[in-house]
C-alpha cells in the first residue's frame, strides 16, 4: 500500500502532496521553517484509487531562540554634535525571536536609532544596549564632552609688574 503525505501552510488553504512512502505508516518531514504553522494530511493508494484524505494535523514547528547579543561601537568617546555607529551581532543569526531594540539609558546626552546611528546631544555619560525580548547585550559606555571651540582674538590688558589680564573670544 502507498501512502500520500500532504502539507499546506498557516491555518487554511490548499494541502500539497511532498511525499509517497510504500508499505511503511510513518515518514518524517523535514525542511521546514522554524516558528511556523503547517497543516498535514495522509491518503493511501492500492493502484487502482485514492482514499479520501485523514484527519488534518496542524503543527508549529519550534523556535530557534536568541544565545547572545554583542553590541559593539566604533567610537566611545564624543564631542557634542559628533556621531558614532553601533554594531549588533546575534547568534544564532536564524533566531526567531525577533530584532533587537537599541536604546541608550541617557538620551539627553546622547541618542541612539534601531540602525545603530548614535548622535552626541550634550556633555555627560550615558550606556547603549540591545535588546531582544528578555535577553540583552553587554552595555558600552558612551561619554559625551562639550564642542570644542577655536580661540581667536587673544589681548592683554592690566600689564603690572607681575601680572597681565588675557581676554580672548
Known amino acids: 500500500m502507498k501512502y500520500y503525505i500532504y502539507q499546506g501552510t498557516d491555518t487554511d488553504?490548499?494541502?500539497?502532496?511532498?511525499?509517497?512512502?510504500t508499505d511503511k505508516k510513518t515518514y518524517t518531514v523535514t525542511g521546514l521553517q522554524a516558528k511556523t504553522t503547517y497543516r498535514f494530511a495522509v491518503s493511501?493508494?492500492?493502484?487502482?484509487?485514492e482514499s479520501a484524505k485523514s484527519n488534518i494535523v496542524t503543527v508549529?514547528?519550534?523556535?530557534?531562540?536568541?544565545?547572545?547579543?554583542?553590541?559593539a561601537i566604533d567610537k566611545t568617546a564624543l564631542e557634542v554634535g559628533g556621531t558614532a555607529k553601533a554594531?549588533?551581532?546575534v547568534t544564532p543569526t536564524n533566531e526567531t525571536d525577533g530584532d533587537y531594540t537599541l536604546t541608550s539609558t541617557t538620551p539627553t546626552v546622547a541618542t541612539v536609532d534601531q540602525s545603530g546611528n548614535i548622535k552626541a546631544i550634550a556633555p555627560g555619560a550615558t550606556t547603549i544596549k540591545a535588546t531582544i525580548g528578555t535577553k540583552t547585550s553587554n552595555v558600552v559606555t558612551?561619554?559625551?564632552?562639550e564642542a570644542l571651540?577655536?580661540?581667536?582674538?587673544?589681548?592683554?590688558?592690566n600689564v603690572t609688574t607681575n601680572s597681565v589680564g588675557l581676554s580672548w573670544t
Do not use: D, F, H
Open 60 to 71: 508549529t514547528t519550534s523556535e530557534i531562540p536568541v544565545q547572545s547579543i554583542t553590541i
Open 149 to 157: 571651540v577655536n580661540v581667536s582674538n587673544l589681548t592683554s590688558s
Open 13 to 21: 488553504g490548499e494541502l500539497t502532496k511532498i511525499a509517497e512512502v
Open 44 to 49: 493511501s493508494y492500492n493502484g487502482l484509487r
Open 142 to 145: 558612551i561619554t559625551v564632552y
Open 87 to 89: 554594531s549588533v551581532t
